[in-house]
């Protein structure tokens, strides 16, 4: 069983259109993280949210923090070819240092 | 390029044997950090190292075992390599300070047993 449950695992959407992954989790975090990993690369840090409600904008890509800490959003306007990859959400419980990753959300954008 | 190196990148080896993957991390950060990444089990923690010293320990098995040496590289051992042990073997560091689970990824070593 996955702490950081994703969904939807896949997305298949066309340039132009918007789409939301999501991650959720019964505990509670001190911090999420998204990251993107294409093929064959590691991933690479997007943002960190830290406050529970807070909002992060980056150009296209919005990221929000729940209320209560245990779930996360991640939200693509207008999404673009270059917006293809993995999405990783990950984070460390309040009660544990590890940090643990979401099993991934695969977005593939069609031009 | 996020700072952090690992060689080889590619590693084909037979089953029984026995391996090495290196890592460099980010010019200062203390911490590294092993995953293994495969197409079943996803992005998977094995162990971190601070300083030199063993810090956390994740699904990591007892065939694999690591090191953090006094110029802050890290070296992940895997021995009596079995095909299920074919993945992409991940390394990442992370600021001493700060927000000190934002973690930085190397580009990684894919790994096939024969």
């Known amino acids: 069983t996955q702490l950081l449950e994703q969904s939807p695992q896949f997305l298949s959407i066309q340039e132009g259109e918007n789409l939301t992954v999501y991650c959720n989790s019964s505990?509670?975090?001190?911090?999420l993280q998204w990251y993107r990993q294409e093929p064959g690369e590691g991933p690479v840090l997007l943002v960190t949210v830290v406050t529970g409600g807070e909002v992060k904008k980056l150009k296209r890509l919005t990221f929000q923090f729940g209320d209560a800490r245990k779930d996360s959003s991640l939200h693509i306007t207008a999404a673009q070819p270059g917006d293809t990859g993995l999405y990783l959400c990950a984070g460390s419980p309040t009660n544990d240092y590890k940090l643990s990753f979401g099993a991934g959300t695969t977005v593939t954008v069609r031009a | 390029d996020s700072g952090v190196t690992q060689t080889p990148k590619h590693l084909i080896t037979a089953t029984g044997q026995r391996v090495t993957l290196r890592c460099s991390p980010r010019s200062g950060d203390l911490s590294v950090y092993w995953y293994q990444q495969s197409l079943d089990q996803g992005l998977q923690f094995l162990i971190q190292?601070?300083?030199?010293?063993?810090?956390a320990k994740g699904n990591i098995l007892e065939r694999f075992s690591a090191q953090q040496f006094p110029d802050l590289h890290s070296e992940l051992n895997l021995s009596s390599l079995e095909l299920g042990d074919s993945a992409l073997y991940f390394c990442?560091?992370?600021?001493?300070?700060?927000?000190?689970?934002?973690?930085?990824f190397g580009p990684g070593t894919r790994l096939t047993v024969l």
């Open positions: 190292y601070y300083n030199g010293e063993e810090r």
């Open positions: 990442a560091s992370s600021p001493t300070s700060g927000r000190a689970n934002e973690q930085f």
């Open positions: 505990s509670v975090f001190s911090s």
